[in-house]
Each structure stands twice: as C-alpha cells, then as structure tokens.
C-alpha cells in the first residue's frame, strides 16, 4: 500500500523557519506529480507548491513565492518543504500529496495519497 507521511510540524515565531518532510512507503514518488497543501482553522484546503512531471516545473502559491521552497530527495522517497520568513498567516495543518496522473499543472486538487497532516503555527 502507498503511504505519505508528514513531520516537521511545529511552533515558531513570526520570521522563523521550518522544513517540512514527507515520507513515502510503499512507492517511490518518481512518476509522481508531488505537492503540498495546507488548511487554516476555518479555511478551505489550498495547493502551496507542487512539482509536476510532465511538466519538468516546479509552482508556488503566489503569496508564498520566494519564501517556500519544494524539493525531494534524490532516492525519490521523500521530499520537503522549506519555510523561510514565516507569517502568522502561515499557520495551518500541511498536508503532502502524490498523483501519478498530471494534477500539479492543472493545479487540481484531487491528488492520490495523502498524508495524515502536520501542524505548523507561527506566533505573532
């Protein structure tokens, strides 16, 4: 069975950083569209950043462009999310996300695997 698993999650001040890792099991993420997502308390789930295959790109959320940054290991069995220059606009449960169909692109929400969520929350 294909599993994603989250971690990094944690409590830091406004202008800290985090990086966030994700796990796979069970596959390995090489034909996978990758990405991560993220929910605020009494929000709507967004995309943040993905990188497609396809596409041999990488996209941002505007709002988190030169800050966030997307990347994988070279095994193909994991890959992260580094946070700079955090904003308590930042805080919400992100979630890693892969598809072996072309999501990351058509910036589609409905991606294969999903990890469980890790909580980030930064403090003003």
């Known amino acids: 069975q294909r599993h994603l698993v989250e971690s990094g999650g944690d409590l830091v001040q406004a202008g800290g950083s985090l990086r966030l890792s994700c796990d796979a099991t069970?596959?390995?993420?090489?034909?996978?569209?990758i990405a991560w997502f993220r929910q605020a308390p009494g929000k709507q789930r967004e995309g943040v950043a993905c990188?497609?295959?396809?596409?041999?790109?990488?996209y941002y959320k505007e709002s988190i462009k030169g800050r966030f940054t997307i990347s994988e290991g070279v095994a193909k069995r994991a890959f992260y999310l580094q946070m700079n220059n955090l904003e308590p606009e930042d805080t919400a449960v992100y979630y890693c996300?892969?598809?072996?169909?072309?999501?990351?692109?058509?910036?589609?929400?409905?991606?294969?695997?999903w990890g469980q969520g890790t909580l980030v929350t930064i403090s003003p």
């Open positions: 990188i497609s295959r396809t596409a041999e790109s990488t």
């Open positions: 069970g596959f390995t993420l090489e034909h996978y569209d």
């Open positions: 996300a892969a598809d072996g169909g072309s999501r990351c692109k058509s910036d589609s929400p409905y991606y294969d695997v």
